[in-house]
């Protein structure tokens, strides 16, 4: 029956129809058809690839975004170049480029950029996304210290923003290092006006950050606020002195906190130099720039009153300073003032280290902006701290760790040109006393050494040039001459103590020097010989004093539960066979030093000893190598470097 109704309505029929067929036990029959509509090719007359460019974004490439986001990444050009390596990787047939939803464009992806940092933070107020997140550092790192003060206003009333932290790891080289400190301040790393100070430290190895701060006003008080957070998580931090730039503000809050002197940094001050010389219109005479310079520079090497006022007078006779009177009255209301502050007569022999630049601060200021925060777009205050702390911090407790490790001989075996008491040291000592010991060796004998007091360490060592004399105290250890004067380390006079002098070695000087932890490694991040237990904990990257502390352990043998060392004893088997030379001729260093203070007349034994050197001497002639009776010098060894093989050039052939 030809039924001629609506669509609906017929759907509603044959359905009912159905439903009393099956009621009744009608027998149903079911067949399967397929109706394939095919359209004429002209109909295909436009270009079905601009469809892709409306394609929502695939969920794979969003969650994408969202990882690379929560890992830092807020930069769109690195997110958009990443996000191609990933489709690259993960997709079998790489879709066309014009496809959006695999390759979105700067656009989409900066939202989505947006989108996810907000979620991240879970606010969209920057101070309370802060807040939100130092309380997740709270719980994850409870060691670890922060201090928050949000900006507010009431009833007309300012509470400025102060944000301070310090990692647990920070507080240790604070204590370990933290005799001199150095403080500085980095503009326009966030959207705001906020300037980041940095507390730095110079360690064994390197420059490290120990703290840092934001404040919303560069003042005495909140410079002295925020310092007073970091003294209060410090109780035993005694600073011999500070480092700074010429900033009044800083000095004296440094001055009211920890009542110590403060330098003036000597890159700052040559800074300032330079570019007031430089400027239109401060000099009369331009051509006596580069005299000035020199006569200031000159001054700034006093190492007291005296030499300070005579260099100063004699500055004032000269036509450079005569005729440029602008000159005059700045270096005179600027600098005199403060004359203390930025010449060597700051700098005290009990100091245990001198330092007149803070160059190591603003290499961690570049390092910070122009590489860890160059590529973040987002610069809330909540995303700088958090990849200051979550990026930066880390990867500089990282470097200070392999430094520091790498001193060790088990990491690289020392050259057996370099003395036993410089074994461990840090790098830059090792150089400095090494070329001086060296120098030593070549220059002096025991007749330029007189000793001027019997009851007290004091030497008189003569110039290898001139009759100059320069006195030598050996229990500070110090010096009179400048290169002493200069770093406060061991100069080549001293050296030549080590060498010629009975009881004036390395080892003899005070346990105060020797043990400066800025020429010695850091116990706590040093490869050593550990117990079972430390081991174990080195394992785990945990130890009694840092949770976070990583301490290695030998690679090439498996940790056991029997295991007492982490070192393979045939490995300090075969580096004190390697060592046997070098610690052959410190024994008899000491032997030589013992031979001028012990009476024969009480040890007639002395004599057996004598016997039994003789019987070491006998045994070592045997093992050279001799030609004719004569004792030949070593052969260089060969290099076992395999180098390339030369190339034969043809000639050109040439025509007849």
Not at 255 to 276: D, M, T, V
Not at 473 to 483: A, I, R, V, Y
């Amino acid at each position: 029956m030809k039924i001629n109704v609506t669509k609906f309505v017929f759907s509603v029929q044959v359905l009912s129809n159905l439903k009393n067929d099956i009621e009744t036990g009608k027998k149903i029959s079911m067949n399967d058809k397929y109706l394939i509509l095919v359209s004429l090719p002209s109909v295909h007359n436009h270009a079905i690839e601009t469809s892709l460019l409306n394609l929502p974004i695939d969920k794979s490439v969003q969650k994408e975004i969202s990882r690379l986001v929560n890992n830092g990444f807020s930069n769109v050009k690195v997110v958009q170049s990443m996000l191609k390596d990933f489709i690259d990787r993960s997709c079998t047939t790489t879709p066309s480029n014009l496809s959006r939803a695999f390759f979105p464009d700067q656009r989409t992806i900066r939202n989505f950029i947006i989108k996810f940092t907000y979620e991240k933070h879970q606010s969209k107020i920057d101070q309370n996304a802060l807040r939100i997140k130092i309380e997740q550092w709270k719980k994850s790192q409870p060691k670890d210290n922060f201090y928050f003060q949000p900006y507010s206003e009431v009833d007309g009333v300012i509470t400025p923003l102060i944000f301070c932290q310090q990692t647990e790891w920070q507080k240790y080289l604070l204590d370990r290092y933290g005799s001199v400190c150095f403080l500085d301040a980095t503009y326009k790393t966030t959207k705001y006006a906020l300037p980041l100070f940095l507390l730095v430290v110079k360690t064994n190895v390197n420059y490290c950050v120990v703290a840092s701060f934001f404040i919303q006003y560069e003042d005495s008080k909140s410079i002295e606020e925020a310092l007073k957070v970091i003294k209060s998580w410090n109780d035993t931090w005694s600073p011999q002195y500070f480092v700074t730039d010429y900033c009044e503000a800083e000095i004296n809050a440094i001055n009211k906190i920890f009542n110590c002197p403060s330098y003036i940094c000597g890159f700052h001050r040559e800074q300032a130099w330079l570019r007031w010389t430089n400027k239109l219109g401060n000099l009369s005479v331009k051509d006596f720039r580069g005299e000035l310079l020199t006569l200031w520079r000159n001054i700034a090497d006093s190492r007291d009153d005296a030499e300070f006022t005579e260099k100063v007078e004699k500055m004032k006779l000269t036509e450079a300073w005569l005729k440029n009177p602008k000159a005059q009255e700045y270096f005179i209301r600027t600098w005199l003032p403060v004359e203390e502050k930025w010449t060597d007569k700051f700098f005290k022999i009990e100091y245990d280290i001198k330092v007149a630049t803070n160059n190591g601060v603003e290499s961690q200021n570049k390092l910070l902006k122009s590489f860890y925060l160059k590529m973040q777009s987002d610069k809330s205050l909540n995303s700088i701290i958090e990849n200051i702390v979550e990026q930066f911090l880390p990867q500089t407790l990282s470097k200070y760790q392999t430094k520091n490790y790498k001193l060790s001989s088990k990491y690289k075996q020392i050259s057996k040109e370099i003395p036993l008491f410089l074994h461990g040291r840090p790098e830059t000592f090792v150089k400095h006393i090494y070329s001086r010991y060296a120098t030593a060796q070549n220059i002096y004998n025991e007749k330029k050494i007189k000793k001027i007091e019997l009851d007290k360490l004091l030497f008189e060592v003569k110039s290898e040039s001139d009759s100059t004399l320069y006195m030598v105290n050996f229990q500070l250890p110090s010096c009179t001459c400048l290169d002493f004067k200069k770093y406060h380390w061991p100069c080549k006079h001293i050296c030549a103590l080590f060498i010629y002098v009975p009881g004036c070695s390395f080892e003899d000087l005070p346990q105060t020097f020797q043990n400066n932890v800025f020429i010695s490694p850091d116990p706590r991040y040093s490869i050593t010989n550990n117990t079972d237990h430390e081991i174990q904990n080195n394992v785990t990257g945990l130890n009694e004093n840092n949770e976070n502390a990583i301490t290695c352990v030998h690679p090439s043998s498996n940790i056991n539960e029997n295991a007492t060392s982490s070192v393979n004893p045939s490995s300090n088997a075969n580096e004190n066979i390697s060592n046997i030379p070098a610690q052959c001729r410190e024994l008899l260093r000491k032997m030589i030093d013992l031979t001028y203070i012990i009476d024969e007349k009480q040890h007639p034994e002395w004599s057996k000893e004598l016997n039994t050197l003789n019987n070491v001497h006998s045994k070592m002639s045997e093992m050279v190598t001799k030609k004719n009776g004569l004792t030949l010098l070593p052969t260089k060894r060969s290099s076992t470097v395999l180098l390339d093989l030369p190339r034969n050039h043809k000639k050109p052939k040439t025509k007849d």
